[in-house]
């Protein structure tokens, strides 16, 4: 079992920046690919970056080059560092973890708004 804690969601302006990050307990020497996802009221969740544990990232085509994703193996943390915000970027955003299953967060509000 894993467990996700998310943690630095909040307001910010647009154009502003803010960074996540996922703490994750339990079984974490069995987690292999991490990930940010976010969801809209009424939509689907979507992919927003991965990160393998080597290292490798992918990011969707909307945030790449505003945000980035970076994971610590040893304290099993994950970080989501967003910048040039715009109210586009108003979600639920969920941390995800590939171990034995899938594993949620319960995920944390960004909201971007002036």
């Known amino acids: 079992q894993v467990q996700l804690v998310e943690s630095g969601g909040g307001l910010v302006q647009p154009g502003g920046s803010l960074s996540l990050s996922c703490a994750a307990s339990?079984?974490?020497?069995?987690?292999?690919?991490m990930a940010w996802y976010r969801r809209v009221p009424g939509k689907q969740r979507d992919f927003v970056a991965s990160?393998?544990?080597?290292?490798?990232?992918y990011y969707a085509d909307d945030v790449k080059g505003r945000f980035t994703i970076s994971r610590d193996n040893a304290k099993a943390t994950l970080a989501l560092r967003m910048s040039s915000l715009s109210a586009e970027d108003t979600a639920v955003y969920y941390c995800?973890?590939?171990?034995?299953?899938?594993?949620w967060g319960q995920g944390t509000q960004v909201t971007v708004s002036s």
């Open positions: 995800y973890a590939r171990a034995w299953d899938d594993y």
């Open positions: 339990g079984s974490i020497d069995t987690i292999g690919i």
């Open positions: 990160i393998t544990k080597s290292g490798d990232t």
